[in-house]
């Protein structure tokens, strides 16, 4: 993208959403766009291939509460028209054609200062010159979905991304295999050359490189002197023990390749977990229902019930009451920080549908035997 579309370009049209969207509402928005538009979901279709980038770059934008208020200062400041060039006093306080306003947008993390760098170098009262600072590459973002018992013990998935990155035959720097860009003459490599007008001084991008600092004489033919390619590639990623799902991955460095060598951005992954058909999950802990007869209730027993590393034998003490939780220590989702969470067992009676004669008669001779004991079950109820 260059440097002028920065101001061109509606980030909210582009997502959906209103300038006053919330974080969620943007996030929602771009999560089914990406969804929708990602060109694993649309093979061979480029009016969709197009929509996904362009949908990616509003997202890097405004899921970043920093670069988001740089961005609305910015269409703000220049409502009436952005600037096209460094300011020039001679020509009525208008702007020359080839204005860099590369910095508005500038990461945090790499050391650039956004908006008040902008009109620190228009006006350069110090007369002082920062040398110019690379691009970072835009943060990517991408899904996953993965079996509940892989979220829990941990697993490596290979994930397939379009997306910008590094020239792999001038490695990023832009420059033909065996040469190497140079610095720029003018500006000694800065960017930016300055100018006295009366009592001012003015920085303005330098016009011999760019602004970017430097010359390449011999552009690499394959990306032709950008040193990013679009393409496909598969990353391996080690998603931990215990993931829960709408969980995000950061993995640095994985994002869109930046300008010329500059730093990649980051790829951040979100996980979505299925459920299971046995377990469920409490934070660390993992749930399951256990089917067991009255009987078993009232005698007592041992069950073997599953776990993550196999099958463990449960006792259920005698005179137990349906719907009680039975604790195995240590069996559930591995924590972070070491050990793991505990298997939280609720026993559920089972009820025989249909009985032959034999097992009718000795529950018939078992109710007699109960109320001849003295138990009421509902004895102490509010409702009787």
Known sequence: MSQREWIEKDFYKELGVSSSASQDEIKKAYRKLARDLHPDANPGDTKAEERFKAVSEAHAVLSDPAKRKEYDETRKLFAG???????????????????NIGDIFGNANAGDGGLGDLLGGLFNRGGTRTASRPRRGADVETETTLGFREAAQGVTVPLRMTSPSPCTTCHGSGAKPGTSPRVCPLCNGTGVVSRNQGAFGFSEPCDECRGTGSIIDDPCVDCHGSGIQNRTRTITVRIPPGVSDGQRIRLAGQGEAGLRGAPSGDLYVT??????????RNGDDLTLVLPVSYSELVLGTTVSVPTLEGRVGVKVPPGTADGRILRVRGRGVPKRGGGAGDLLVTVKVAVPQKLDDNASEALRRFQEAEKASGFDPRAGWAGA
């Not at 028209?81 to 204005?99: E, H, I, K, L, T």
Request: aromatic share 18%; glycine share 28%; charged share 15%.
């Open 81 to 99: 028209g952005y600037p096209r060039g460094g300011f020039n006093p001679g020509a009525g306080g208008g702007f020359s054609q080839d204005f």
């Open 271 to 280: 996980v979505h977990v299925s459920q299971d058909k046995v377990f469920g």
